[in-house]
C-alpha cells in the first residue's frame, strides 16, 4: 500500500524564521510531488509541485526532493502568521491519483 | 467558471438517508477525483474519472457509494443508506490532462450522518 508520511505537528516558528516541513513517501515509482495548504474550513490549495530532485524555488517557498531517500520537503522563508495552516504533502505515480498525507499543522506565533 | 464548484457546500443527512454530491469541475478539464477527508486526516482516494469513464472506483468505501459523469463535465458521488461513519468532507477536483498534471480541488461537501 502507498504511503505518505508527515509529522502532524503543531509545528510552531516564530515570524521571519523559515519553517520546514518534511514528508516521506513509501512507493518508489512515485513520479509527481505536491505541497498544498489548507487552512481551517477551507479546501487544499495548490502551492508547490517538484518532478526532478533538487530544489525547486517559488517566492519564499522552497519544494526539495530526493528520490534515492524518497523525501521531500517544503521551506517557507520569512514566515507570517498567514502561513499558519496545515500543510499536505501528495504523492503521484504519473496518471494515478494523489496520495495525501496527514498533513503537519504549522503555527506562526507573531 | 473559474474553479471548481461542489453543491450543497453543507448536508445534514439522518441515518439511512440517500444523498447526492454534485461537482462542477473546471472547465475542460478532463479528469476528475472524488475524495473523502476526515476531521484531521488528508484527503483519501475514493473515485477518478476520465470523461465520461470511470477508470478507478477502488477507493469507494462500499457499495453504498456510487458516482457518475455521464457526459464528461459535471459529477455526482450518491451514498445510498448513509451511516455515521460517512461523515466527513467531500472534495471533488480536476485536472487539465496536461504535462504539470495538477489537480484543483472544489470547496468540498460537508457531510454529517446523524
Known amino acids: 500500500q502507498k504511503e505518505v508520511e508527515q509529522n502532524s505537528g503543531p509545528l510552531s516558528v516564530p515570524e521571519g524564521a523559515i519553517a520546514s516541513l518534511n514528508c516521506t513517501y513509501s512507493d518508489r515509482g512515485s513520479q509527481s510531488f505536491f505541497w498544498y495548504r489548507q487552512y481551517s474550513g477551507k479546501s487544499p490549495e495548490l502551492i508547490m509541485f517538484?518532478?526532478?530532485?533538487g530544489d525547486k524555488e517559488d517566492g519564499r517557498f522552497t519544494a526539495q526532493l530526493n528520490k534515492a531517500s524518497q523525501y521531500v520537503s517544503l521551506l517557507i522563508r520569512d514566515s507570517q502568521p498567514s502561513d499558519s495552516a496545515t500543510y499536505l504533502c501528495a504523492v503521484s505515480s504519473g496518471n494515478t491519483p494523489l496520495v495525501f498525507g496527514k498533513g503537519t499543522r504549522l503555527s506562526v506565533i507573531a | 467558471g473559474a474553479g471548481v464548484s461542489q453543491s450543497p457546500r453543507y448536508k445534514v443527512a439522518k441515518r439511512g438517508q440517500d444523498v447526492a454530491l454534485r461537482c462542477d469541475p473546471i472547465?475542460?478539464?478532463?479528469?476528475l477525483f472524488w475524495y473523502q477527508q476526515a476531521l484531521g486526516q488528508g484527503p483519501e482516494f475514493l473515485t477518478y474519472?476520465?470523461?465520461?469513464?470511470?477508470?478507478?472506483k477502488s477507493g469507494l468505501p462500499s457499495d453504498r457509494f456510487f458516482a457518475e459523469r455521464p457526459e464528461g463535465s459535471v459529477s455526482t458521488l450518491k451514498i445510498q443508506r448513509t451511516q455515521q461513519e460517512d461523515s466527513a468532507v467531500y472534495l471533488c477536483?480536476?485536472?487539465?490532462?496536461?504535462?504539470?498534471?495538477?489537480?484543483?480541488f472544489g470547496p468540498g461537501t460537508r457531510l454529517t450522518v446523524l
Open positions: 474519472f476520465q470523461n465520461e469513464a470511470q477508470l478507478d
Open positions: 472547465s475542460g478539464h478532463v479528469s
Open positions: 477536483a480536476s485536472r487539465s490532462g496536461g504535462v504539470t498534471d495538477t489537480q484543483y
Open positions: 517538484i518532478y526532478s530532485n
